[in-house]
């Protein structure tokens, strides 16, 4: 694993090379984000990003999502993967809030993944781009990176890389490393063709390193 020097060595140059990496969910308020959220799951957030305008111009509050059948939000939806399953946890999470909080979104994370559909990785991005607490969400990108670059250990779960990431990353920068490292694994050390041979961090990487060293010998 990578030690606390070099583990600052890439966080800063995550930094340098995406400087302005946000949340690229595109929402106006709260409520967006967790139904935009909601959605990308095993989804791209672009995919997302081509469905929500029309439903949040139709769609303003929980009651209106609830004013209709579920059949027709399912074809508001349908060019998103489980679109099906997902409607229905909509409609679920519209009537909790409702019911339960007055239809005002809580801010607590452990409150928010009370709601269907809404995992620890969901209430994490909600708690930390909504309302500004700290915050690590682990997607896809997060344990990616964090595995090749040994931040972490291949074999941890979800839940050991969000706590090991939060254990060594200082808490003031947690929302932001999240946004980051979606972005170097979005944008450069993809899950597949990495740029390994361009990347800046090479010297810290060893599954980098492997890589580069597997690519010469299938060339040679």
């Given at each position: 694993?990578?030690?606390?020097?070099?583990?600052?060595?890439?966080?800063?140059?995550?930094?340098?090379?995406?400087?302005?990496?946000?949340?690229?969910?595109?929402?106006?308020?709260?409520?967006?984000?967790?139904?935009?959220?909601?959605?990308?799951?095993?989804?791209?957030?672009?995919?997302?990003?081509?469905?929500?305008?029309?439903?949040?111009?139709?769609?303003?509050?929980?009651?209106?999502?609830?004013?209709?059948?579920?059949?027709?939000?399912?074809?508001?939806?349908?060019?998103?993967?489980?679109?099906?399953?997902?409607?229905?946890?909509?409609?679920?999470?519209?009537?909790?809030?409702?019911?339960?909080?007055?239809?005002?979104?809580?801010?607590?994370?452990?409150?928010?993944?009370?709601?269907?559909?809404?995992?620890?990785?969901?209430?994490?991005?909600?708690?930390?781009?909504?309302?500004?607490?700290?915050?690590?969400?682990?997607?896809?990108?997060?344990?990616?990176?964090?595995?090749r670059l040994?931040?972490?250990?291949?074999?941890?779960?979800?839940?050991?890389?969000?706590?090991?990431?939060?254990?060594?990353i200082p808490?003031?920068?947690?929302?932001?490393?999240?946004?980051?490292?979606?972005?170097?694994?979005?944008y450069h050390?993809?899950?597949?063709?990495?740029?390994?041979?361009?990347?800046?961090?090479?010297?810290?990487?060893?599954?980098?390193?492997?890589?580069?060293?597997?690519?010469?010998?299938?060339?040679?």
């Amino acid at each position: 694993m990578l030690n606390s020097t070099e583990l600052r060595y890439c966080l800063n140059t995550m930094a340098e090379m995406f400087p302005e990496a946000h949340c690229e969910l595109n929402h106006s308020n709260p409520f967006e984000l967790i139904i935009a959220v909601s959605l990308s799951a095993q989804c791209t957030d672009a995919l997302v990003n081509k469905v929500t305008p029309s439903l949040f111009q139709k769609y303003k509050t929980p009651e209106d999502y609830l004013s209709v059948p579920l059949e027709e939000l399912q074809l508001d939806i349908r060019s998103i993967g489980l679109f099906r399953n997902k409607a229905k946890n909509i409609q679920k999470l519209c009537k909790l809030l409702l019911d339960e909080y007055g239809g005002n979104l809580p801010e607590d994370r452990d409150e928010l993944t009370k709601f269907p559909g809404v995992g620890r990785k969901t209430a994490n991005v909600v708690v930390s781009v909504a309302f500004g607490v700290p915050a690590i969400a682990v997607d896809t990108h997060v344990e990616r990176v964090s595995k090749r670059l040994g931040i972490c250990r291949w074999k941890d779960n979800v839940l050991e890389v969000e706590k090991t990431l939060m254990k060594r990353i200082p808490k003031d920068e947690w929302s932001v490393t999240h946004h980051r490292m979606i972005f170097f694994g979005r944008y450069h050390c993809k899950a597949q063709n990495p740029q390994c041979e361009i990347c800046p961090l090479l010297e810290v990487c060893r599954e980098g390193k492997k890589r580069i060293k597997q690519k010469g010998r299938s060339n040679a």
